[in-house]
């Protein structure tokens, strides 16, 4: 059997499967049986799933003629904290290639506050010593998502904290993903 290298922590169980399939799919009504299909569980399972989160007032479950409907309820905090670790798991396999070579890695913008959709690009700004080299691990890589990167070295970084103060400060309210330690 091969074993994966990556493996989803959210696919653990049946509840984190169907919420992480719904915040995968935000303002998207979806029938139960859809849910079932995509995350491969029991229909029994998707069921006591999606009422466990409709009690934890995650997912809203909506009539629509004879059909029941279930949404993820976008704007709850942890909806959106979900995201966000969903979206860190995402990357890092690009965090392990680019460490060796940074001095920060900062996930900024709309996916450090969990307010992305699947597609919002997925900002970073990174910090490095040698900005070529970053530049092509980046252009190497597959994600799922598309990646806007900001790539500066460290002289770069004190001339963006005079001239780009706004940006700078966004950058700032980000997640550190990742720092050197000296």
């Known amino acids: 059997m091969k074993k994966k290298n990556n493996i989803d922590i959210f696919a ?12 995968e799919n935000p303002g998207k009504e979806l029938l139960g049986r859809e ?6 569980i029991s229909r029994a399972g998707s069921y006591i799933a999606l ?10 479950k909506i009539k629509k003629g004879k059909f029941l409907m279930y ?5 709850e905090p942890i909806v959106k ?13 690009l965090l392990e290639k680019l460490r060796p070579l940074s001095k920060k890695i900062i996930l900024y913008g709309s ?18 010593k040698d900005p070529d080299t970053t530049k092509s691990i980046i252009s190497g890589l597959k994600t799922k998502r ?3 990167t900001v790539i500066k070295s460290p002289s770069e970084l004190a001339d ?16 550190t993903l990742w720092e050197e330690k000296d």
Not at 12 to 23: G, I, P, Q, R, Y
Not at 35 to 40: L, R, V
């Open 71 to 75: 949404s993820v309820i976008y704007d």
């Open 35 to 40: 849910i079932q299909k995509a995350t491969s």
């Open 146 to 148: 598309k990646l806007q």
């Open 111 to 128: 996916a450090s506050r969990g307010e992305d959709d699947p597609l919002s690009d997925i900002d970073l700004f990174i910090i490095t």
């Open 51 to 60: 009422r466990y989160l409709i009690r934890q007032k995650l997912v809203l």
């Open 12 to 23: 653990t169980t049946n509840t984190l499967k169907a919420f992480s399939f719904l915040v």
């Open 81 to 93: 904290q979900f995201k966000v670790v969903r979206t860190i798991q995402l990357l890092k396999p």
């Open 160 to 175: 963006l904290q005079d001239k780009e103060k706004v940006y700078y400060g966004e950058v700032n309210r980000g997640i």
